[in-house]
């Protein structure tokens, strides 16, 4: 985690040292020294990071590297704040008060001077630690060894007894039926999970299974482990090997290099059939290391089995077509159940008082085995205790995990996982600690909070967005964080943290000054912390000096009408803050304060209800994002124009009356001149109906846009619009809705469009559909409402080739509609709503291979079943909202004469929209008695799908 630290910091210097104008000659000298050692200190760093949680004298080492990058960061940013050019202003007078501000804050320079002095003389003695460090073996060639040797005995996996576990039966037969089938070439099936999941728990079962034993007679458990060495992992193989085959290790074997260690394995191997096991496996190139040792013997049926909690590694493993991924998940809720009262109960039943505390406490733990056995046998051990010291435990899982020496195995584990992480990705995962427990969290919404904090290195012919997205993956491919909200189009919207791996990540980020949480009246935190999230109300944060703050993150309960005011909560001021979220907060006017944090990188004012923007925030010369969504801003001020480093303007709401309105999207006024924010990558929504079609044209001056949203689209600007979309070549995501819902939208005129397009959602009147769009090979995602087209539309989409998201409202003014053979490849979901003269639909067998999903509402003349629906054999669910009576009867169950076309579907359902909700009507896939019971559940779907139709980009 230094090591994050130091390489920022390090990045920031050299952007200081290139400022002749800023930097005094004499601080310029003391910073070079301060690069030059720090340069020095970073690559011991990285041995020293993954050291310090066992060696006490070098933690505090670390901790001194920590403290002076930050005290470092502190003061240039300090420096930067005095001297920061003025805003604004005639040329005369703008040049007179900077030097007016030079003269006055000469003694500050000579203060900051002095402050940069004391930190090389820190520096310095830091750097006599390191020296005296390497003495002591650290970075040699022994203290290499002593690494391995730690990480080693972390590595080997903890592994629970086969009694402990429950659940486990079903995945034992699987993999042994795998083992045992009759494929005759070499195999390979990797076992993923996060840690503490039972991985090597399960493989273990299966390996010793007699068997698997009889099957293979030659086979061989080796532990990777992150510090591995090629030529040991080989070695370790070949005297395994022996000792199965029972014949003594050649002499040889100790002193062979790599290659004729791969041989002698090749040897041993090629005419048997084996079974090796490869636990623990961190890093590709362990595979790779070995794999060509592995002969593919293809007339014997070998297999190899591998555990790993990194997803990227499962799959490069497993590249051949009889290769297999199995995905290990977390227990079910009630196999969870059984296996903590085994532990907390000695396998008796949970006292009745004590059930609704223990289920809490077991959802912390999220169907992890090794937490569950873990935190169970803790509770054991207070089985004499009241409710109310359960009651207690339950609210302190965090702390217990750092004091309990029972649960250290289960902190190591669970630590593993983040020790492995590369340093860019460690300040990334920390930062995971500031969301409240099980909260979903945006990935977009990550992605900027890290580019803002400086997380994010630059990568060339990449955005920091992209770069930032490929941390993100880097997270969920190690298990560290979980998918919770996907689109059609297979695009993670959201994730979440284990619970146990948040505790693990507010305890780092506590231990490092990273960052706290309060949630409490009266909580305490430190004044080095260098982030703070502020849980449930504002109210909680005592004023404390927070001269060192970089970002204040505030999360309020749903619906509290508590008012904030950043001035009374914090009366000395942020001067430093670069993330200011107050998303929700109950804030009506823009604070004043705001405009006077010169750093500030990331605003959030979403679900606020601010109304008006002031000029003065022109003075945020540093902002990348502004997030006024679901704010009652309506009109953005002339200054927005100086915010050159804008990279995300949000400013838009919804505000559904029904659930196909259309006047339910609202977005902002925006000055004359916005083409000049050329870093600008989201733009939504833009009122169009302003002038004379200029912010039509000022929109292609922003070729770095990836996502435009445009509202009050006027058929007269179209010409002006087609040539702006044109030129955004990087244009990923585009939504246009015209000013009425009869006015047309005239695209027609786009000759080059943008090739990277994924996502079109057009609102408005077509006299035709815009022939481009049959050319867009990436597009996944495409909504269009009020078309009104004459002419079929599925003729220009059907060969889209990565379509997986289509929706229609009144489209269309034909009465049939034809789904052709071999159209819509990939196509996941379609929606067909409000096309008043359709009365049939015919599908050829064939068509929509992959269609999972199908919803058909208020076409009031579609009285049958559409014709082929059976052919969609991948169909999950149909749905069915204020449809004609004839249609849902003749899909009863109980005698619908089209009943065997859905029979194999697993939900089909209808509903009707009365006095403003959804009354589900029917379940048909249910039972009268079922029905009821699943009633509930297919409200909530059907709430979940028009949520889902909200028009986005």
Not at 235 to 250: A, M, S
Not at 473 to 486: F, V, Y
């Amino acid at each position: 985690m230094a090591e994050s630290v130091v390489t920022f910091l390090l990045d920031n210097l050299s952007v200081q040292l290139q400022d002749e104008f800023r930097l005094l000659r004499s601080v310029r000298d003391e910073v070079q020294y301060i690069v030059d050692e720090l340069e020095r200190i970073k690559s011991f760093l990285r041995v020293a990071d993954a050291m310090e949680e066992n060696d006490a004298n070098l933690k505090v080492w670390v901790k001194q590297v920590r403290d002076v990058a930050y005290d470092i960061e502190d003061s240039l940013d300090e420096f930067n704040l005095r001297f920061a050019p003025t805003c604004g202003g005639r040329a005369f007078h703008a040049r007179l008060r900077n030097l007016l501000r030079f003269v006055k804050n000469l003694r500050a320079r000579h203060r900051i001077a002095s402050e940069i002095q004391g930190i090389k003389s820190r520096v310095g003695s830091i750097s006599e630690g390191r020296r005296r460090y390497a003495v002591g073996g650290i970075g040699s060639s022994s203290g290499g060894g002593l690494v391995r040797r730690r990480l080693g005995r972390q590595g080997d996996a903890l592994l629970l007894e086969e009694a402990d576990l429950v659940g486990i039966g079903e995945p034992k037969r699987r993999m042994i039926e795998w083992l045992m089938g009759n494929d005759s070439g070499r195999q390979v099936v990797s076992v993923v999970g996060m840690g503490g999941l039972g991985k090597t728990t399960l493989v273990k079962q299966v390996y010793e299974d007699p068997r698997v034993k009889k099957r293979f007679k030659v086979h061989a458990w080796v532990t990777v482990s992150r510090s591995f060495k090629t030529k040991d992992l080989l070695k370790d193989v070949v005297q395994q090997i022996f000792r199965v085959i029972r014949k003594p290790v050649p002499p040889e074997v100790s002193s062979m290099n790599n290659d004729n260690l791969k041989e002698s394995i090749k040897d041993l191997l090629k005419q048997s059939r084996y079974l090796i096991v490869l636990d623990d496996v961190w890093h590709v190139r362990a595979w790779e290391s070995i794999k060509l040792a592995l002969p593919r013997n293809d007339k014997y049926g070998s297999r190899v089995l591998i555990t790993t909690r990194n997803a990227e590694i499962a799959s490069s493993s497993c590249v051949e077509t009889n290769d297999w991924v199995f995905s290990l998940a977390p227990l079910a809720e009630e196999e969870s159940w059984d296996l903590f009262c085994k532990k907390a109960f000695q396998g008796n039943s949970c006292p009745p008082h004590l059930e609704e505390t223990c289920r809490l406490i077991l959802k912390r733990c999220g169907g992890l085995p090794l937490a569950i056995v873990a935190i169970g046998a803790v509770l054991g051990a207070k089985d004499k205790a009241s409710k109310d010291e359960w009651s207690i435990l339950r609210d302190s899982i965090g702390p217990e995990i750092e004091g309990n020496y029972n649960l250290d195995s289960m902190k190591r584990v669970l630590s593993l996982s983040y020790s492995d992480l590369p340093y860019y990705l460690k300040s990334c995962f920390l930062y995971l600690s500031m969301f409240p427990a099980l909260q979903n969290i945006e990935n977009m919404r990550l992605v900027r909070l890290w580019i803002a904090e400086g997380f994010v290195v630059e990568k060339e012919g990449k955005t920091l967005e992209e770069v930032a997205e490929g941390y993100f993956k880097e997270l969920l491919d190690r298990g560290l964080i979980q998918a919770a909200g996907t689109t059609n189009d297979g695009r993670i919207k959201s994730c979440r943290i284990h619970d146990l791996l948040r505790e693990i990540a507010i305890l780092k980020s506590k231990e490092q000054d990273f960052a706290e949480i309060t949630k409490e009246q009266g909580s305490v935190w430190s004044d080095k912390a260098r982030r703070l999230s502020v849980l449930n109300t504002p109210q909680n944060v005592e004023h404390k000096n927070v001269s060192k703050l970089r970002s204040l993150l505030v999360f309020v309960e749903e619906d509290s009408v508590a008012e904030f005011s950043l001035s009374a909560l914090f009366p000395r001021g942020f001067r430093l803050l670069k993330v200011l979220d107050l998303r929700g907060v109950s804030l009506e006017i823009f604070p004043k304060v705001v405009v006077k944090l010169f750093h500030l990188r990331y605003l959030s004012l979403r679900d606020t209800k601010v109304k008006h923007i002031p000029g003065s925030i022109k003075k945020l010369q540093n902002l990348e994002t502004l997030d006024l969504k679901q704010t009652y801003v309506t009109e953005l001020p002339a200054e927005i124009l100086n915010l050159k480093q804008l990279r995300h303007l949000l400013a838009y709401r919804y505000e559904i009356e029904s659930y196909a309105h259309f006047d339910s999207k609202y977005g902002v006024k925006v000055p004359i001149g916005i083409g000049s924010l050329q870093s600008l990558q989201k733009l939504c929504f833009v009122e169009a109906n302003q002038g004379n079609g200029t912010i039509m044209t000022e929109l292609g001056k922003m070729s770095q846009l990836r996502r435009l949203g445009i509202i009050k689209f006027r058929e007269r600007d179209g010409i002006a619009l087609c040539s702006s979309i044109e030129k955004l070549t990087n244009l990923r995501s585009l939504s246009i809705t015209s000013e009425q819902k009869d006015e047309t939208i005239d695209l027609h005129r786009i000759s080059s469009v943008p090739n990277l397009l994924q996502r079109l959602y057009l609102a408005g009147r077509f006299e035709k559909l815009p022939h481009w769009i049959s050319s867009l090979q990436n597009l996944g995602i495409l909504l269009l409402k009020w078309s009104r087209l004459k002419e079929d539309p599925l003729v220009h989409l059907q060969d889209l080739p990565n379509l997986v998201h289509l929706e229609f409202l009144q489209v269309y003014d034909g009465e049939s509609l034809h789904f052709k053979e071999g159209g819509f490849p990939k196509l996941k979901l379609l929606g067909l709503d409000k096309l008043d003269r359709l009365q049939s639909v015919t599908m050829d067998n064939g068509v929509m291979p992959g269609l999972e999903k199908l919803v058909i509402q208020r076409c009031k003349l579609l009285k049958n079943v559409p014709n082929g629906i059976e052919h969609l054999t991948m169909l999950n669910a149909i749905e069915f909202f204020d449809m004609p009576d004839e249609l849902i009867m003749k899909l009863r169950s109980d005698g619908g004469e089209d009943y065997w076309k859905v029979a194999n579907v697993p939900a089909v359902y209808s509903s009707y929209w009365i006095n403003g909700g959804w009354d589900v009507y029917s379940v048909e896939r249910f039972s009268e008695k079922e029905s009821s019971q699943q009633g509930a559940a297919a409200a909530t779907a059907v709430r979940s799908h028009r949520r889902s139709t909200l028009w986005k980009v």
